[in-house]
């Protein structure tokens, strides 16, 4: 895969690096893909190399790097005490921030010759979500995003197609908290919700022990459908 990391401007003039991965053609429509806690890591990156197979040009902004630059863990025990340690130290508005800048970033490369969607998961299904309010994006893959009941004032800028994957064991998430999020989007044609049953949060990572490849492959599925329909 052609990948290498690449510099974002933050809206403050500050610079910090995404990961550009590029699809084989070398062109495409726009994904900004948005890490879990434990940063731009292995699994991370492997997301991005798959959806730039798909045919989209990925890049995947490092959301920790006013804590720590290219926050790269594991997730073992270690791995994950220091990931929750970055979450909770984060702030979640700036993170949002970089998000919609790296949306402005891949839209003026020159590989990128379509529209361009945000896709996040966990913290990252928040960002994507905020920084689609933020930066206008095309549209919206939010899988398992933690926190979205805390800012559904930002429901009236997300005009956008947007997508939500959730999971109906997560230990994380509750259905009350979804059951929030499905009322503030009742009504609203842009807004596709699907829920998996009997999995819990972080189904969609291999590199974890609730990874169920049934639903990941669904979701995968049913984003990529999503993704053709709104970025055409």
């Not at 804590?67 to 025990?77: K, N």
């Amino acid at each position: 895969m052609n990948s290498r990391w690449i510099d974002i401007q933050t809206a403050q003039g500050e610079t910090f690096s995404g990961y550009l991965t590029l699809p084989p053609t070398g062109s495409g429509p726009g994904i900004v893909l948005v890490q879990e806690i434990w940063g731009v890591n292995e699994h991370i990156r492997a997301v991005a190399e798959q959806y730039a197979l798909d045919g989209y040009v990925v890049l995947a902004p490092d959301v920790f790097w006013r804590l720590s630059p290219r926050v790269d863990l594991p997730y073992d025990d270690a791995g994950t005490q220091q990931a929750f340690g970055y979450y909770q130290s984060v702030d979640t508005a700036l993170a949002a921030s970089d998000v919609a800048a790296a949306v402005a970033t891949l839209r003026q490369l020159p590989q990128v010759t379509g529209k361009v969607a945000t896709l996040g998961f966990c913290l990252g299904g928040q960002l994507a979500y905020r920084a689609a309010a933020l930066s206008r994006a095309d549209a919206a893959v939010c899988y398992y995003g933690g926190g979205i009941q805390q800012h559904l004032d930002v429901t009236a800028d997300i005009t956008m197609p947007i997508l939500f994957h959730y999971a109906a064991q997560d230990g994380h998430i509750s259905q009350d908290m979804v059951a929030a999020v499905k009322a503030a989007f009742a009504g609203k044609p842009n807004a596709q919700f699907h829920d998996y049953a009997g999995v819990d949060h972080g189904f969609n990572c291999w590199g974890r022990p609730m990874y169920d490849q049934r639903a990941a492959a669904l979701a995968h599925g049913r984003s990529l459908q999503f993704l053709a329909d709104a970025l055409g």
